[in-house]
């Protein structure tokens, strides 16, 4: 019996550390899904209230207010619509509003809202590679929605 003490103390100090870093991946990755929910949601309010007509403020207002669980100054919004040219079979994307923050895309035109957002990590120490840059503690997180102008 004398032998055996000691080795539970050995065994946690060898299986700890990766119970640790599986606790932390998994927390992180949670975290990281649960934005990317939010901004998927964001995105889709914010195309469906451009497929309606809505100016570009209030397109901005109603993604923000979707995405409030958010830190909202990391977030970026980009409006554009796109229209299909038959003879190049392509794509072109413009920005959605004038000037004065109208929607003007043309009905039938294909509205595109893009949000990206830099999450920042938790347990950025454990995952040095796991961010935007080598060591870096936030890693963006994209999500657009595209719907057809009413």
């Given at each position: 019996?004398r ?104 009905a ?38 595209v719907?057809?102008?009413?």
């Amino acid at each position: 019996m004398r032998a055996d003490q000691g080795t539970a103390t050995v065994e946690l100090a060898l299986v700890a550390p990766i119970l640790l870093v599986l606790l932390f991946g998994i927390a992180e990755f949670g975290l990281l899904f649960k934005d990317l929910l939010i901004l998927n949601n964001a995105a889709q309010a914010g195309s469906r209230a451009a497929a309606l007509g809505a100016t570009t403020t209030t397109i901005a207002d109603t993604v923000l207010n979707a995405a409030a669980h958010l830190n909202t100054e990391d977030l970026s919004i980009t409006q554009q619509y796109g229209t299909y040219n038959e003879e190049t079979q392509t794509w072109s994307w413009v920005d959605l509003g004038d000037a004065e923050g109208h929607n003007d895309a043309p009905a039938g035109a294909q509205i595109r809202i893009a949000l990206a957002y830099a999450h920042t990590l938790v347990a950025a120490g454990l995952f040095p590679s796991l961010g935007d840059e080598e060591g870096g503690s936030t890693i963006t997180v994209t999500a657009a929605s595209v719907m057809r102008r009413e």
